[in-house]
């Protein structure tokens, strides 16, 4: 049966400085760059929050993270457990495994294995790695990204972390890419359906494509410019689970304007009838 989660994206101005990874193109290295936003609530305590308020799981982006010290970790991971949440899928948003700066590339693909010893000391039980911003119609990044998903995957096996990926970026734009990647990984590669993420007169086509490969999805609904949603649109992504018998993980997804919580309110509305 699918139960509720949420992403920490839908409270992204309610958990503190959003810490953004970035290329330094001069320097040839990561740097921090931070956002700041309000504290209304800690990530240690979202976890009860969330449980009070009846979701089962939870998302946790990686630029939310306040620190990745081994102590703070291990309080992640033990506010989770004792408000009977799973910790479903640490969303790493950055990464390209497909760049054409073979320092970048190295230098991504060490950051984002750091990133997975981070998901298992934390109890993620999966990390979410974006496939590659090269075109979508480029062959050779396409096998480039399998290889370097292959690779990651054998390092996260054996640390009892799946790696998963996403209809998110250039290179999984399209859903016969997507599943293209999971048949390349041996269907060892996990993936997520963002509704929010494909466009255009074929976006319900291309997600029902990828809903019977996926093991999570993202409820993201269209919206009007005071953060409500276009129900009748968000209803056909809906009824694509439906449709495909899906069952995992609908994770809700609120980034419009105003109070994020009454937000994250409009779209459990719609979703908790397909529950």
Known sequence: MSYLSLSTWSLHRNLGPLNWTIWDVEQKKHTIQVEYQPETMTLLELPAILSSKGFKAIEICHFNFPSTDSDYLEKLKLACEEANITFNTLLLDYGDITADDEVRRHADISLIKNWIDIASECGAKQIRIIAGDASPENEAALALSSEALNDLIKYANNLGVRIITENFHSLTSTADNCI??????NEELGLIADFGNFKGENKYEEIEKIISYSQSVHAKP??????????????????????????????????????????????????????
């Open 180 to 185: 293209q990647l999971v048949k390349n990984c």
């Open 222 to 275: 269209d919206m009007d410019s005071d953060g409500i949603p276009d129900e009748e649109e968000f209803r056909k992504c809906l009824d694509q689970l439906v449709a495909n018998n899906y069952n995992g993980p609908i994770n809700l997804i609120y980034d419009g304007p105003g109070d994020m919580w009454e937000g994250i309110e409009r779209v459990r509305k719609i979703v908790d009838s397909y529950l």
